[in-house]
């Protein structure tokens, strides 16, 4: 591609001296790379302003809940689906009304020793979103097949769906008490997300 097709590009995406780039050529310091990594900051922050013109680069506001679950793929979609549920909203009309925390095993990494490195992380989040979104919730779901908490239990606490039930709630306890400790006025629902996107409910 000439650079003459990238000057047409320049031109048609950011006519305004203020947003122009600067000359694309290697004298300048902005080759062919440079000026893609460009385009994509520049399309990004564009895309935005157009979208939200008024939204906050603070990220501050009112929000219902925080979500904490597991880094497995297989339940990003589930989850997505059971805070509309639980929100009283259906998936189509489910817009951006919660925050969101992901860690390997959910509320699980964020009380158990095996993980005590991350713990500090996560409730220093948890503050964080209490101050700047004003939840009014939090949702900690672990979920069934989760290979964190086999590392976290072992094997065989979870080699079944009773075992794997009672050492789950466990760490929900552990998590609930740990919330109510630090926020006493946030409400907390966990729970066991099955493959199925079903949830058993804990305490």
């Known amino acids: 591609m000439s650079d003459k097709i990238f000057q047409n590009i320049s031109s048609t995406i ?4 203020c947003c122009t780039p600067p000359s694309l050529t290697k004298a300048a310091g902005m080759d062919r790379r440079g000026f893609l990594g460009w ?16 939204a906050s680069w603070a ?7 925080m979500l904490v679950n597991c880094i497995d793929p297989r339940f990003t979609t589930l989850s997505w689906q059971y805070m509309g549920l639980l929100q009283g909203v259906s998936r189509d009309k489910l817009e951006d009304n919660y925050s969101h925390f992901v860690m390997a095993g959910g509320p699980i990494g964020a009380v158990h020793p095996k993980f005590e490195a991350w713990h500090k992380t996560y409730w220093e989040n948890l503050d964080i979103t209490v101050s700047l979104h004003h939840i009014k919730r939090v949702v900690g779901l672990s979920h069934r097949d989760c290979g964190a908490a086999k590392l976290a239990f072992g094997e065989a606490a979870v080699a079944n769906k009773e075992s794997e039930s009672e050492a789950h709630g466990e760490a929900l306890a552990m998590f609930r008490e740990a919330v109510k400790k630090r926020h006493p006025k946030l409400s907390v629902i966990t729970g066991v997300m099955d493959t199925n996107g079903k949830v058993d409910l804990m305490g």
């Open 14 to 17: 950011a006519p305004c001296a």
């Open 59 to 65: 990220g501050g506001g009112h929000y219902e809940s």
């Open 39 to 54: 385009g994509a900051a520049g399309a990004l922050a564009t895309g935005l302003s157009v979208v939200a013109p008024q």
